[in-house]
């Protein structure tokens, strides 16, 4: 990109479109937008990083992988280009030397911002410092050609730069004196003109709000949908894929736990009250296992602001639980499809949840950090939200039983639904100045994440009911706080409720494996490490004497068992029925409770998980 590289180039005549990066999140929208570019021959794709935020662990790495060159940011400043695309204000943009683009990050401009002064453009990263905003010679000047927008657009007349009343610079009034987020002279204007040739927003509302907020800049805005959004909307027919790839079994429902980031947020601890900790151990403490799949959708901020080892390491004792940390690039749309229920706060995520229509109950929902105009912040106003003092698992039942879908977030997401590709395509083209290209303007669909289920290594209270003969009503909890309410459901009222424990092998707490009824694992029946699952089970019960029963998981409907009696037993269901170590903990229930090993051989072994019956088939293995 210097200037010899003219010599070296080989196809030394394309247009250069550069993608400007903040952080990890402005940089997944800036991914959701580049396969526009595929294919076309004319066009050479740059990144840069402003370093403008004061997140940027993670963008390397992210830069690396999508292995195109990346320009140094005071290099990127000297480059002429054919078009910026950016997806969030911060650093210098207004002296990069090409047309400009600016596309959300997120659902619209929501969110209000104090500014520490009048020139930054993000808390104390974005402030322009001695000669960073200054347009010496070949550093921001936009050189003919190179970005210059229409004939006299460009030109400081009298009176255009000037900040003062009626020149462009009114700031909305939000309720809290603070500026909104992307809307506000503080981060669409320099110098009195608009930043951007281009602002994309997703719907109208936007633009009205625009026109209020900044008048100056509303020329610039044109309607481009959300393609973050019709992502999710053409994936839609593979939700159930979605829901086995994170292990959702037959019966189970899915809750997604989403938080964006800031003290206030869901996983923040500025609000009256450090939610967070008491949160975690109830959800996989309260939630039946089997009847309940966990996952959790962290805000790229919170996960490279802290650190993944940090993340992980405050959510250690719930993962053990059962709950899911979700990749926070590429997991988190296809889990919000996959869900049938949101625990989440006035982050994007929430809203793209309800606009999706999953019911959405909000465990953080502060009011005085949104614009009071804004869609989010009337959902925030009207959306159920969770008491942290009454049980879980009624607040979650009586969400999904009365879900209603609230109109404002289906409606204002986009005006577009499914048209983004196309309109982007357009603006991103007409200001290169070419045509576009004669194919259809695509966007990549969602990958189908990693199979991911559940690893349980947390010891499970199990509590069991015997119905009738041959079938076993079954709740497991992991690690509970205090002795779960309720009885397991089943029809008919014969049999007490009973309880054991039920413990991986690889449980942290070798107390707990001392002491269980039930010790499994999972893993391939032809693994050489462990031996063969009968052998396995062998094993166990010789090391650990109150060991009742030992299940070995081959397969999502296979598990083999050994019982201190000496009976082998292999226990198959179909692939979407309960856990197999459910079945290993009925059957050991069923043992308990006087059937014998030949009736469950000839009858077979109902499992009841909530109001999902399960039939295991029981084999006899020698």
């Known amino acids: 990109m210097g200037s010899e590289s003219g010599r070296w180039d080989t196809r030394g005549r394309c247009l250069r479109v550069l993608f400007v990066v903040h952080n990890v999140t402005s940089a997944t929208r800036l991914l959701d937008v580049l396969p526009l570019f595929r294919d076309d021959t004319r066009v050479q794709l740059l990144a840069t990083c402003t370093g403008s935020s004061p997140f940027q662990a993670g963008v390397a790495q992210l830069l690396a992988e999508v292995a195109v060159p990346v320009l140094p940011w005071e290099q990127a400043l000297r480059t002429p280009v054919a078009l910026a695309v950016s997806a969030s204000f911060g650093g210098q943009l207004h002296a990069l030397q090409g047309k400009l683009v600016v596309i959300s990050h997120g659902v619209g401009y929501n969110k209000t911002l104090p500014t520490p002064g009048a020139g930054s453009r993000e808390p104390g990263a974005g402030s322009r410092e001695p000669g960073a905003g200054s347009r010496e010679p070949g550093a921001g000047s936009r050189e003919p050609g190179a970005g210059s927008r229409e004939p006299g657009a460009g030109s400081r007349e009298p009176g255009a730069g000037s900040r003062e009343p009626g020149a462009g610079s009114r700031t909305p009034d939000t309720g809290s004196g603070a500026p909104v987020f992307g809307m506000s002279p503080e981060w669409l204007l320099a110098d009195g003109t608009p930043i951007a040739d281009a602002m994309v927003l997703s719907h109208p509302?936007?633009?009205?709000?625009?026109?209020?907020?900044?008048?100056?800049?509303?020329?610039?805005?044109?309607?481009?949908?959300?393609?973050?959004?019709?992502?999710?909307?053409?994936?839609?027919?593979?939700?159930?894929?979605?829901?086995?790839?994170?292990?959702?079994?037959?019966?189970?429902?899915?809750?997604?736990?989403?938080?964006?980031?800031?003290?206030?947020?869901?996983?923040?601890?500025g609000g009256a009250e450090d939610l967070l900790p008491s949160l975690l151990p109830r959800l996989t403490g309260e939630l039946p296992a089997d009847e309940y799949r966990l996952a959790a959708v962290l805000h790229p901020n919170i996960w490279h602001g802290h650190g993944p080892g940090q993340i992980r390491a405050w959510l250690h004792r719930a993962r053990r639980g059962g709950l899911a940390l979700l990749d926070p690039l590429e997991g988190w749309r296809q889990a919000l499809l996959a869900a049938d229920a949101v625990i989440g706060d006035h982050g994007s995520v929430s809203y793209y949840a309800a606009a999706l229509g999953v019911p959405v109950l909000l465990g953080a929902a502060p009011l005085s950090g949104l614009d009071p105009r804004s869609p989010v912040a009337e959902f925030v106003r009207t959306a159920p939200r969770l008491d942290p003092r009454a049980p879980l698992r009624r607040q979650v039942e009586s969400l999904l039983d009365g879900h209603r879908p609230l109109p404002g977030p289906a409606a204002l997401t986009t005006s577009a639904p499914g048209e983004s590709a196309a309109l982007l395509r357009k603006v991103f083209y007409r200001l290169i100045g070419i045509p576009e290209p004669p194919w259809p303007a695509l966007l990549d669909p969602l990958p189908l994440p990693p199979y991911d289920p559940p690893?349980?290594?947390?010891?499970?209270?199990?509590?069991?009911?015997?119905?009738?003969?041959?079938?076993?009503?079954?709740?497991?909890?992991?690690?509970?706080?205090?002795?779960?309410?309720?009885?397991?459901?089943?029809?008919?009222?014969?049999?007490?409720?009973?309880?054991?424990?039920?413990?991986?092998?690889?449980?942290?707490?070798?107390?707990a494996a001392a002491s269980a009824d039930v010790i499994f694992r999972y893993g391939d029946a032809a693994d050489p490490r462990l031996g063969?699952?009968?052998?396995?089970?062998?094993?166990?019960?010789?090391?650990?004497?109150?060991?009742?029963?030992?299940?070995?998981?081959?397969?999502?409907?296979?598990c083999t068992v050994r019982t201190r009696a000496g009976d082998l037993l292999r226990l198959t269901a179909a692939p979407s029925a309960a856990d197999p170590a459910a079945g290993a903990s009925a059957l050991h229930a069923a043992l308990a409770g006087g059937t014998a090993p030949a009736e469950l051989v000839a009858d077979g072994l109902t499992v009841r998980t909530g109001s999902t019956a399960h039939h295991f088939t029981v084999t006899p293995l020698g």
Do not use: I
Not at 464 to 475: D, F, N, Y
Not at 544 to 555: D, E, M, N, Q, R
């Open 455 to 511: 690893l349980r290594t947390a010891p499970l209270r199990v509590l069991t009911r015997l119905p009738r003969a041959g079938e076993v009503a079954l709740r497991r909890f992991a690690e509970p706080v205090h002795e779960p309410a309720g009885e397991p459901p089943g029809e008919g009222s014969a049999g007490d409720v009973a309880a054991h424990l039920a413990v991986h092998e690889d449980t942290a707490d070798p107390g």
């Open 532 to 558: 063969p699952p009968a052998n396995w089970c062998a094993e166990v019960l010789a090391r650990w004497p109150h060991c009742a029963l030992a299940a070995y998981v081959t397969g999502p409907g296979d």
């Open 205 to 269: 509302e936007q633009l009205v709000r625009l026109r209020a907020a900044c008048p100056s800049a509303a020329p610039t805005a044109v309607l481009g949908g959300d393609p973050c959004f019709d992502r999710m909307l053409a994936a839609r027919p593979h939700r159930d894929r979605f829901r086995r790839t994170l292990g959702v079994r037959r019966g189970q429902r899915l809750l997604v736990l989403n938080s964006t980031w800031n003290p206030e947020s869901l996983f923040g601890d």
